[in-house]
Structures are given as structure tokens and as C-alpha cells.
């Protein structure tokens, strides 16, 4: 089921991945604060800035590191976007310690929000968690 979500994301989002620009907003080799030193999040946006495409991955979780905001790039400042996220669920009482892909809107925010104040990412606590997230202006 799991990969056949990820294909089916790859394909719908072929052309900003290929064609749109790549940002590396934050990589786990180079000195951080200890709240994302472990982790690396990257970005695609398309060229007309209608679409993007976020993804972070948190290698090793750190204890009590607190929120985390991620300030985004290359999106239009004056336009209004709407967030779905794709995430891995591994806290559900029915298959607990079974990881999933779960999906939900992530709300709507300007670019100028994202790229000044950034996305409030505090649903990470594990290894290896990762998440997904589309944007596009509405």
C-alpha cells in the first residue's frame, strides 16, 4: 500500500521534481542546534511557483529537542498555499509500533509565512521518522 502511494506521489509530482528548482534547507552534516542535528529536509519547487514539494527525515530522535520550524524557499510570497502531509504513524493504539503511511491537510498558509516564520514540525518523536509534504497555491 506504502509503495504504492509513493509512486503514485512520484508521478503526480514528476515535472517540480525534475524541472523545479531544489532547495537543501537543512543537512545533518553541517553544524546545527542540537534540535535538528540529526535531521535533513530538502525542497522542490516548481518554476511557475504554484507547487512544492517538502520532505524532512529525522535520522535519530533527540530527547526533549523541542519544536521545530523549517523555513521554506522559493515560493511566492504573495500567494496562499494549501499543506497536505504524508507522514509515518507509529503511535496508533490499534497496531501500535506498526508504521504506516497516514495523510492529512497540514493547513493554509502564504509564502511569505513559510518562508519567514517557516512549517511547525513537532510530530517527530522516533528514529527514522519521516515526512512528506505537498504545497500548492490555491
Known sequence: KEMALMSELYKKHYFTINHGDYYRLISPYEAQPVTVSRITAWEFVSKDKNKALFSMVQMDNV????????????????KKYKLHMYYENRHDKIKPFTPWIEDKDFGEYTGEILMKCGLHLNIFRGDN??????IDAI
Not at 521518522?129 to 505537498?134: K, R, S, T
Open 129 to 134: 521518522m519521516a515526512a512528506l509534504i505537498e
Open 63 to 78: 530527547n526533549d529537542g523541542g519544536d521545530l520550524y523549517v523555513k521554506l524557499k522559493g515560493l511566492d510570497p504573495d
